[in-house]
């Protein structure tokens, strides 16, 4: 079993920087591979960015590449996700999945992922 709660959400201008936090619990933290996942209001979930779980592969979708980097500490069971240059259309939750799938799956197969926390609030504005 793994429990998850994320954090770091928040108001912030266009153009500027956010990093969330996802704590993890349970000792088998490092063996999951961990994704971060969107939602905006009125839309469907989205891939975001995931992270095998030894931390040394990451895969990212392509509207957030450049600006977005994802990383882990598994010796304090924590994913990270470093947002930068942030647009008004990154507004959204963010939720933090983990699951035994490869990570670089997640981008498919992300809507299947066992384990998600309950999400943090990111709000862009203009």
């Known amino acids: 079993q793994v429990q998850l709660v994320e954090s770091g959400g928040g108001l912030v201008q266009a153009g500027g920087s956010l990093r969330l936090s996802c704590a993890a619990s349970g000792r088998t933290f490092s063996r999951y591979a961990m994704a971060w996942i969107r939602q905006a209001p009125g839309k469907e979930r989205e891939f975001v960015a995931a992270?095998?779980?030894?931390?040394?592969?990451?895969y990212y979708a392509d509207f957030v590449k450049g600006r977005f980097t994802i990383s882990r500490d598994n010796a304090k069971s924590m994913v990270y996700l470093q947002m930068n240059s942030l647009k008004v259309e990154d507004s959204a939750v963010y939720y933090c999945?983990?699951?035994?799938?490869?990570?670089?799956?997640?981008?498919?197969?992300?809507?299947?992922?066992?384990?998600w926390g309950e999400g943090t609030l990111v709000t862009v504005s203009s």
């Open positions: 992270i095998s779980y030894s931390g040394d592969m990451t």
């Open positions: 999945g983990a699951d035994l799938m490869d990570a670089q799956a997640m981008g498919r197969y992300y809507s299947g992922m066992d384990y």
